[in-house]
C-alpha cells in the first residue's frame, strides 16, 4: 500500500509513471459537487492519455444517487432529499434488498490461474 497526499491530477500521473501502474481502481464520488466531478474527469483523462485502465467502484451507499435508483421510486424529486431520515422514507419505497449471492468455490475458478 503506497499512500501519496497531494492534487490527484498531479500526484497520480507522476505515480503511474514511476511504478508502471496499468490499472486503477478509486471510489467513485457519489456527493456530484461540481470540484469532484472536474477533478474525477480530468484523472480519467489523463489515465487515458497514460494507457492506465481506470475502474470505479460505487461501494458508499446501498443505493447510489446518481445510479437512477431513487427516480425508481415514481417520485420527481426537485431536490435530492438531504437528511437521513428523508432518504429512508424515499428507500423504503424501494422494496428489500436483494439478497448476497453466494461466494464462489474454488472449483468454479478456471483451473489455469496461478493463485
Same mark, same amino acid.
Given at each position: 500500500?503506497?499512500?501519496?497526499?497531494?492534487?490527484?491530477?498531479?500526484?497520480?500521473?507522476?505515480?503511474?509513471?514511476?511504478?508502471?501502474?496499468?490499472?486503477?481502481?478509486?471510489?467513485?464520488?457519489?456527493?456530484?459537487?461540481?470540484? $469532484? @466531478? /472536474?477533478? =474525477?474527469?480530468? *484523472? &480519467?483523462?489523463? $489515465? @487515458? /492519455?497514460? =494507457?492506465?485502465? *481506470? &475502474?470505479?467502484?460505487?461501494? /458508499?451507499?446501498?443505493?447510489?444517487?446518481?445510479?437512477?435508483?431513487?427516480?425508481?421510486?415514481?417520485?420527481?424529486?426537485?431536490?435530492?432529499?438531504?437528511?437521513?431520515?428523508?432518504?429512508?422514507?424515499?428507500?423504503?419505497?424501494?422494496?428489500?434488498?436483494?439478497?448476497?449471492?453466494?461466494?464462489?468455490?474454488?472449483?468454479?475458478?478456471?483451473?489455469?490461474?496461478?493463485?
Amino acid at each position: 500500500l503506497y499512500v501519496a497526499s497531494g492534487d490527484p491530477v498531479e500526484v497520480l500521473p507522476e505515480l503511474w509513471t514511476k511504478f508502471g501502474i496499468t490499472h486503477m481502481t478509486h471510489e467513485g464520488d457519489e456527493t456530484g459537487e461540481p470540484y $469532484a @466531478k /472536474e477533478r =474525477d474527469a480530468k *484523472v &480519467r483523462a489523463l $489515465a @487515458k /492519455e497514460k =494507457d492506465v485502465d *481506470v &475502474r470505479v467502484c460505487n461501494s /458508499e451507499t446501498l443505493f447510489p444517487l446518481g445510479s437512477g435508483y431513487v427516480s425508481k421510486v415514481g417520485n420527481n424529486f426537485e431536490k435530492v432529499p438531504g437528511t437521513m431520515s428523508a432518504f429512508q422514507v424515499v428507500f423504503g419505497k424501494m422494496g428489500q434488498v436483494p439478497d448476497a449471492k453466494p461466494a464462489p468455490k474454488a472449483d468454479e475458478f478456471p483451473s489455469d490461474q496461478d493463485h
